[in-house]
């Protein structure tokens, strides 16, 4: 064979083996095994399958009218998430989710859309029930836990809608507990639970699990100047939300238990070196302290301070203003009996008053 032909034969065999290695490489690589998931993957998948259907997208919409044509349309207002809370249809968000909307749409794990119809609301907490006409095969209730006997360092799970991105898990722990938030009343949210579980805007409303997958707390609000999660998320605990939600359901709204009394502020306690608590200004007539002859302060014709009552406890529980008063007696129910330690001119006695109703 001339070296001509021979050359030729070799160039014709390297371009069959670079072809051939070519598409070998153009091929998919095996794959390799993976093995079983850890016990830490399985919980994390078993908890977000059974707890999932019972997580729904809550859609706000509110009624705008046309300044020239009168004509009115509904423009999307916002975006958030709740949780099943029984067969019946009803559904637990936060309030602000559903603050200043005109109408709700609640859409289910399976993407079928109700219209929801406002159950009840109790801003000062954040908590809100609506609820939907749907198949009850189609309402599983979210489990119910507690909150008083959580622990730091108790691993903790999230799902929600973030960003309107639907059914999303994130984990994460409790960081801390007894955490104080506010709410859109400005009054004050005790034992809120703390999370680094990524929580971000449209998350609030949804359920905080623990690792059994019980509701343990309702995630409400992140802690961030960016408005994105950045490792500091609240939830209202479950203890809370298990006493208000079904006096929600009963009677519409959250009706308090009262005394029938007005406390003046802070600067005023110091003032009169008075001791922290509910200093009373006013004791309304036939109320529940002047049956237990409670005393406001006040003046006497030549102007002279008149001393009245400071409320310092309630069943024990020290009060340093009226916020703590109203969250202590929101744990309690109209016509329930309670002691209160009470201060007037340096003596401290205790009274029994029958509670009544804020109304």
Do not use: C
Not at 249 to 275: H, K, M
């Amino acid at each position: 064979m001339s070296k001509r032909l021979l050359a030729l034969a070799l160039i014709v065999w390297l371009g069959a083996v670079s072809a051939e290695a070519q598409n070998k490489a153009a091929q998919p690589r095996a794959v390799s095994a993976r093995g079983a998931l850890d016990a830490e993957e399985m919980n994390n998948i078993g908890v977000f399958k059974r707890v999932s259907p019972s997580v729904v997208h809550i859609t706000t919409l509110s009624v705008q009218r046309d300044f020239f044509s009168l004509r009115t349309s509904e423009q999307p207002r916002g975006t958030g998430t709740g949780f099943v809370w029984d067969e019946a249809g009803h559904i637990v968000t936060n309030f602000h989710v559903i603050q200043g909307g005109d109408r709700a749409t609640v859409t289910l794990a399976d993407q079928s859309s109700y219209p929801a119809k406002l159950v009840g609301a109790f801003p000062d907490r954040d908590i809100a029930v609506l609820r939907i006409e749907a198949p009850r095969d189609k309402l599983p209730a979210i489990a119910v836990g507690a909150s008083r006997d959580l622990q730091v360092g108790q691993k903790v799970y999230a799902i929600g809608n973030p960003f309107g991105l639907d059914q999303t898990l994130t984990t994460g722990i409790v960081s801390a507990l007894n955490r104080e938030i506010e709410s859109v009343t400005r009054r004050t949210i005790k034992g809120a639970i703390q999370t680094d579980a990524a929580i971000n805007p449209g998350n609030s409303g949804g359920p905080l699990l623990d690792s059994a997958g019980r509701l343990i707390g309702v995630n409400t609000s992140i802690y961030s100047p960016s408005g994105a999660s950045a490792g500091i998320g609240f939830a209202i605990p479950v203890d809370e939300v298990n006493r208000i939600v079904p006096r929600l359901i009963r009677d519409g709204r959250f009706i308090r238990p009262a005394l029938g009394v007005t406390s003046g502020p802070e600067n005023l306690t110091r003032a009169l070196g008075a001791p922290k608590g509910v200093l009373l200004v006013n004791v309304a007539d036939g109320s529940p302290a002047a049956a237990a002859g409670l005393k406001p302060f006040g003046r006497d014709r030549s102007g002279r301070i008149v001393q009245g009552d400071v409320i310092t406890a309630v069943d024990g529980q020290a009060v340093a203003d009226l916020d703590d008063m109203l969250s202590l007696l929101e744990t309690r129910q109209i016509g329930e009996k309670v002691t209160l330690t009470v201060w007037r001119s340096g003596q401290t006695r205790k009274v029994v008053a029958t509670l009544g109703s804020s109304d």
